[in-house]
């Protein structure tokens, strides 16, 4: 190929200086001068070449940083041929030129990895996390919250000694000490903390009918505490987070808060299975304390009445699986699992003084 | 005679086109390709990542037709990267060893005084990374600032709009902006900002007001103003030449503008974020003009090489959004 026009700036003044550009190919150099410059030469593989649509431009030298703009299309594309077959191309050039058509297969498979890693990977990992967490920590989260949920409500202490001595009553399959606490309020809910406090509203208690629903709550209860539900959330939350910020601190804010909602509402579908394994152990220890399973799907049927001011929420937006979903596959349970239960009269008389609001004879 | 030749001089008015030339797809690229090796090097790519992204949106970028070029390296950045996160491990440490010690009071207080006094220092060696690694036709554009007197400009700013519950905000962001345009450099061309507080404070008002007023509406005009009046203030001199800059942007056009990148974003699920960076240049480049008599083949190399990106990589830390 023969020299051709470009264009040089010597990066001391802004002067576009016309000069004649040749490549020596067998050297890998190129040369350029004008009358006025005379001839100089540099070698093109320590050069930055950039290529922008029609134009090449060519950056070389340190203070200072020289640069040749060359626009002759015929011969931009003999260069770019020559410095990809030549290998000079960097592999990072090689992956601009794939083509758009690429690159959205590389970004769709990105986003396929992630997905995946996201929806199987992460829970599985971050509930083996859970066991590297010391047990102290439950304790240490559980009771900083008790110690403020306290401090902000009333306690109906009477009830409390009540409900103290119901539990008393049962087995809860546990490995750790379950404190009973009832609230006065007309929240119809209950919760436990990670170590091992169960707290009771009394507006729950005041609609039930039967001490067969209270068992259920307890052993549902009970069961988020043993299974240390509030810790794997806390894991599986925080390593998506991570996950999430990790892979699109690159990307635009417009994804990244379309990939935060999708964690929130996760994390919910994530807590609907913690209910579901909360209500088929708690199921479990009432089978254990041999009591009729049925206080299950009552204690359901309480929470729905209780909670029928609101709206219902699509299942997907709620923590707890709906209502109806849930009073269905308790009963599919209770009649898959069978088994012989008696009346408790001790449970009976404790949870008529706890609705009665009197001691126990 | 002779006057008439100064006359000419002085009055002689220069031809200065802005333009971008850079393509949706290009730099859809270079983010893909970019993102796929962050993501196979666990992050670690990231610096040399936005070198490349903004090598290629300095480079398509051009004036009279000559690019601009950033040097930047991803070498350089990510010992900055280094730098800074060392900054932040220590300011998180010290918050760390003082709860364990319980004197969390004094540990949170040096923490968020850190992380606020961390936030004039980043902007500081932003501007001066980024403008010493800028250039056009080979004059590298430079950052003159003093770290102590912006950080001056900041605590003044910060401890009066408290004061004022906020209120003198807006004297405060000119005053910053101010400050930082007045001592760039483009070779031996001295840049200047003119803003009053006291009228940013006026359209900031107006325009809440009234974009309250019509339901948003107005959004887009306002945005149109406080372009204007950012660009409309900075001007460029050397000796007693000058060049205004003049914004030309409509509220229409910033409708379209935001309009139409919001619509793409949505349609694509994000992923046609490069083809909406690409339209946002373009509006841009194309909405501001530059008027005066600087000769453009005059300018020479007066600033000195500046290579520590620690600032440039504080500022991601703390997710400033630094443009230029």
Known sequence: ?361 | MEQTTTEQTVEEQKNYTLGFHGTGSELFGIIIVNWLLTVITLGFYYPWAKAKQLSYMFGATSLNNDRFAFHGTGKEMFKGFIKALIIFVVLYGILIVSVVFHMEILGFAIFYIGFLGLIPLAIHGTYKYRMSRTSWRGIRFGYRGERGQLFGVFIKGILLSILTIGIYGSWFAMNLRNYIFSNIKFGNIEFKSNARGSSYFVLVLKGYFLSFITLGIYSFWWMSEIFAFYVNNISMHKDDKEIRLKSTATGVGFLGLILGNLLIIVLTLGLGFAWTQVRTMNFIANNIELEGNIDLDTISQTEDEFTDATGEDVSDFLDLDITL
Not at chain 1, 27 to 51: T, V, W
Not at chain 1, 228 to 235: A, F, Q
Not at chain 1, 308 to 315: A, L, T, V
Request: aromatic letters at 10%.
């Open chain 1, 1 to 361: 190929m023969q020299d051709i026009k470009a264009i040089y700036f010597d990066g001391n003044s802004s002067i576009a200086q016309s000069i004649d550009f040749v490549l020596d190919e067998k050297n890998a150099i190129f040369i350029f001068g004008s009358p006025q410059l005379g001839n100089a030469k540099h070698s093109i593989l320590d050069a930055k070449i950039s290529n922008h649509s029609g134009l090449l431009i060519i950056e070389f030298g340190t203070s200072p940083i020289q640069t040749i703009k060359i626009d002759d299309a015929e011969y931009i594309k003999y260069l770019k041929n020559y410095l990809s077959t030549n290998g000079i191309q960097t592999w990072y050039q090689k992956l601009i030129n794939l083509g758009v058509k690429v690159h959205i297969l590389i970004a769709l498979s990105i986003l396929g990895l992630i997905a995946v890693s996201y929806f199987f990977v992460l829970p599985f990992v971050a509930e083996q996390a859970v066991v590297l967490v010391p047990k102290s920590y439950d304790d240490k989260m559980g009771g900083e919250f008790y110690q403020h949920f306290v401090e902000y409500n009333e306690i109906d202490s009477a009830k409390t000694k009540q409900l103290e001595a119901f539990a008393q009553k049962l087995q809860f399959n546990s490995s750790q000490k379950l404190h009973f606490t009832v609230v006065k309020s007309d929240i119809v809910n209950a919760f436990a903390l990670p170590d091992g406090h169960i707290i009771v509203f009394t507006g729950l208690l005041d609609l039930m009918q039967n001490y067969e629903e209270l068992v259920a709550l307890l052993g549902h209860e009970a069961t988020h505490v043993n299974e240390r539900h509030s810790v794997k959330m806390l894991c599986r939350n925080i390593s998506g987070y991570l996950l999430i910020s990790a892979i699109l601190s690159d990307a635009n804010g417009v994804i990244a808060t379309i990939a935060d909602n999708a964690n929130g509402i996760y994390s919910l579908t994530f807590s609907r299975g913690f209910e579901r394994e909360a209500d088929l152990k708690g199921f479990e220890i009432m089978k254990v304390n041999k009591v009729n399973p049925n206080g299950m799907s009552n204690l359901f049927l309480r929470l729905k009445e209780g909670n029928k001011i609101d709206i219902e929420i699509p299942e997907f937006l709620s923590s707890h699986p709906v209502t109806d979903a849930r009073i269905e596959y308790v009963n599919e349970t209770i009649k898959n699992d069978f088994y012989k239960y008696q009346t408790n009269l001790e449970l009976k008389k404790i949870f008529e003084a706890i609705k009665n609001d009197a001691p126990p004879k």
